[in-house]
């Protein structure tokens, strides 16, 4: 089993900054492909980031790609996303999901999600 718990989410104007944070289980970190998505209200879930598995490399998805940074913190066992220059289309539920496949950047590719956390940013 697969524990993953988000915090850190908040309301923020357009062009702040907020950092996500994953809890994460055991040795998940280090075991899993760990990911984050979002999803915004009537929209599907959207892939954000991901540390792969194999190789340790960081994928993103375009919209996000040079504001956004994931990495993983060893020593606090989590999975955090340093989000910067918020746009408002940036306003979601985050997710942390971890999969065992060794990529990913589908949530069907992921087996353990947390509760979310709400991101809003403002105009």
């Known amino acids: 089993q697969v524990d993953v718990v988000e915090s850190g989410g908040g309301m923020v104007q357009a062009g702040g900054s907020l950092r996500l944070s994953c809890a994460v289980s055991?040795?998940?970190?280090?075991?899993?492909?760990m990911g984050w998505f979002r999803q915004a209200p009537g929209k599907e879930r959207e892939f954000v980031a991901a540390?792969?598995?194999?190789?340790?490399?960081?994928a993103y998805a375009d919209s996000v790609k040079g504001r956004f940074t994931i990495s993983k913190d060893s020593t606090k066992n989590t999975l955090d996303l340093e989000m910067s220059s918020l746009k408002p289309d940036d306003t979601a539920v985050y997710y942390c999901?971890?999969?065992?496949?060794?990529?990913?950047?589908?949530?069907?590719?992921?087996?353990?999600w947390g509760q979310g956390t709400q991101v809003t940013v403002s105009s």
């Open positions: 999901a971890a999969t065992f496949r060794a990529y990913g950047s589908r949530s069907s590719e992921y087996s353990y």
């Open positions: 055991g040795r998940t970190l280090d075991t899993h492909t």
């Open positions: 540390i792969y598995r194999i190789g340790g490399n960081p």
